[in-house]
């Protein structure tokens, strides 16, 4: 089992709509969390951490569910210009290091 | 700005050369990371560093070699040891925290 998981898609929306996407993660001892954004064959790019209470940024909400190991990540009245990769990202200690640990990423196309 | 500068953009490398993708950041991060990332498999990581002066192997660190002799630099030399590296690269730098992760634009190397 990955120790981040994110179901691949691809998820497929009308401009307009309401998507969701869910990541689990394995690693009870997990610290941090964050979605980013990649564009194809572009580097990602940090979208927003994820924190306890969850959080809300314009037209984004991120959720984390602690017992049951899961973020998420909302986007309501989706834009073409939201079609991207969204990649979960877990960190925890290794040693005296932090460590990132990706998924695979989720892929979004919203069509007009 | 402060930003992550990552060159080539694109390189052509013939079997059995050994070639050095640049990673200069200015945003006067301590971490520095290489990641690798090829079609389906996500981002992997090949090499990282806390500090100057010191690195770590990531996950799949054969047939790569690093340096960190400044803070802003952190070069990644691909030797011809390594036999599948046609990929795109990434480099990122953060906080110790992992807070901060940035990415540089990438370089996308192609073994002729």
């Known amino acids: 089992r990955k120790e981040v998981e994110q179901d691949p898609g691809p998820f497929n929306v009308p401009e307009g709509a309401t998507v969701a996407f869910n990541c689990t993660y394995s690693n009870s001892a997990s610290q941090s969390f964050f979605w980013y954004r990649q564009d194809c064959r572009k580097e990602p790019k940090l979208l927003m951490s994820?924190?306890?209470?969850?959080n809300e940024d314009g037209r984004f909400t991120a959720q984390l569910n602690r017992a049951s190991q899961y973020i998420s990540l909302l986007i309501r009245d989706s834009k073409l210009s939201d079609s991207a990769t969204y990649l979960c990202?877990?960190?925890?200690?290794?040693?005296?290091?932090?460590?990132?640990?990706w998924g695979l990423g989720t892929s979004l196309a919203v069509n007009p | 700005d402060g930003g992550i500068t990552q060159s080539p953009k694109y390189l052509f490398r013939k079997e059995g050369q050994n070639v050095t993708l640049s990673c200069e950041q200015n945003?006067?991060?301590?971490?520095m990371y290489w990641y690798r990332q090829d079609p389906g498999q996500g981002l992997r990581l090949i090499y990282y560093?806390?500090?100057?002066?010191?690195?770590q192997k990531g996950d799949i660190a054969e047939g790569y070699s690093v340096s960190r002799e400044k803070k802003e630099s952190f070069p990644l030399t691909v030797t011809s040891a390594q036999k599948n590296p046609t990929a795109f690269y990434l480099c990122a730098s953060s906080i110790p925290s992992g807070y901060g992760y940035t990415f540089g634009s990438g370089t996308r190397l192609t073994v002729v």
């Open positions: 560093s806390q500090i100057v002066n010191d690195f």
């Open positions: 994820v924190y306890s209470s969850g």
């Open positions: 945003l006067n991060h301590d971490a």
């Open positions: 990202v877990v960190t925890h200690n290794a040693g005296n290091n932090r460590k990132l640990i």
